[in-house]
């Protein structure tokens, strides 16, 4: 019962490790994924990538216990909260590599990273209904922005499973591998983004986040704000740098 970590080569791999319950969160487990995600912006972090293990991404949150208990709630909910927004706000860019099922919690765990590989045998499910519950985890915020209205409430009131082809179809998922080359197309995405800058990848994390709230006329200010800081940085002076310099002869 556990969450694992791993930093290689600026990739920082988080796993989810309860695999007798399908990787289901209890609060400890909600904790330590937060703690980690408070320390992973920076530094030698450069990616962060999130799975599961034993052929489960995550079955959602542990809620036994809550039952006669609604005094609760608010604050166990505050605590995968945490982790959802931290994913958000981090300034490098998160990776869900999903395999078998993501549910609920689990499944708006995933939403919430900036990339999802999943592999052929995934699914994803928006269950509170099942079980007579309402949206949480951040799910009434990501849906309509990753499927629009009508879908999400499909997704959300219905709570059907959603295989991997279908999530990808419906801007869920970024692609869809076979489990065996699961591993192998997240390690590239992750060596893909630790070449990149981290200033420029932490200003256009923002940019575009930020983009909901704004008018075009705000967006326009804050791209060149941003272009400012980051054109002074190393790597795009090396960038343009090559790019101005002549051909060989």
Avoid at 26 to 32: A, E, K, L, Q, R
Avoid at 54 to 72: I, K, M, R, T, W
Avoid at 128 to 141: E, N, P, T
């Amino acid at each position: 019962m556990s969450v694992r970590h791993e930093l290689a080569d600026g990739v920082l791999t988080i796993t989810l490790d309860r695999p007798d319950k399908l990787n289901a969160m209890t609060d400890p487990m909600w904790s330590t994924l937060r703690d980690l995600l408070d320390t992973a912006s920076g530094g030698e972090v450069r990616v962060v990538v999130v799975t599961g293990a034993g052929g489960a991404f995550c079955a959602g949150s542990d809620v036994g216990g809550l039952l006669g208990h609604p005094e609760l709630l608010p604050e166990r909910m505050r605590m995968s909260n945490a982790c959802i927004l931290a994913l958000r706000e981090l300034g490098v860019p998160t990776i869900a590599s999903v395999d078998g099922v993501a549910a609920g919690a689990g499944a708006n765990l995933a939403l919430a990273c900036d990339f999802v590989i999943a592999s052929d045998r995934s699914r994803f499910l928006q269950l509170f209904i099942r079980r007579g519950l309402s949206l949480d985890s951040g799910a009434s915020w990501l849906l309509p922005r990753l499927v629009g209205h009508r879908r999400a409430l499909e997704l959300a009131l219905l709570g059907d499973e959603v295989g991997a082809d279908e999530a990808q179809a419906w801007g869920l998922v970024n692609r869809v591998v076979a489990r065996a080359e699961l591993a192998g197309a997240t390690t590239a995405l992750a060596t893909r983004l630790t070449s990149a800058s981290p200033m420029a990848l932490a200003g256009t994390k923002r940019l575009l986040e930020n983009a909901w709230q704004q008018t075009l006329a705000e967006a326009l200010e804050a791209e060149i704000a941003n272009q400012v800081a980051v054109i002074a940085s190393p790597e795009a002076d090396a960038a343009i740098g090559a790019f101005n310099r002549p051909n060989d002869k």
